[in-house]
């Protein structure tokens, strides 16, 4: 058996993500998948923990949760993420659409 993550884990109001960020984007948007992470385009640069400061609040703002729900499990430094959204009341559209556009492939294990 493959110990494969997933993209997005729900656990009771909780979700995990696992995300692929491409820093210092036009503009930050969802892009798709990228290996078995969402990828999100992030306007933010690299610098200073700016990218991970400002992928917090848009995760906080995506999800409509407050900023302290939204905690950095993993990839302080990396491009490959692990976001711990709590409390949240709804799996964002954007976020359904990856999931739904990629069934076999996007390893999305929440309720739908």
């Known amino acids: ?8 884990q729900q656990q009771g109001t909780d ?8 820093p210092n984007a036009k503009r930050t ?3 798709g ?14 610098v200073d923990g700016k990218a991970n ?11 409509a949760v407050k900023r302290q729900s ?9 491009r490959l993420k692990r976001i711990l959204i709590k ?6 559209l954007a976020i359904k659409k990856i999931c739904k556009e990629f069934p076999s492939d996007s390893g999305c294990a929440y309720r739908r």
């Open 87 to 92: 409390e949240a009341t709804h799996l964002p």
């Open 15 to 22: 979700y995990i993500l696992l995300l692929h960020i491409q």
């Open 33 to 46: 998948l990228h290996a078995e992470a969402l990828k999100l385009r992030l306007h933010a640069p690299p």
């Open 1 to 8: 058996m493959l110990n494969r993550q997933q993209a997005v």
């Open 70 to 78: 939204v905690v950095l499990l993993g990839g302080q430094t990396s």
């Open 53 to 63: 400061e400002a992928l917090c609040l848009f995760l906080a703002e995506t999800f």
């Open 29 to 31: 948007e969802w892009v």
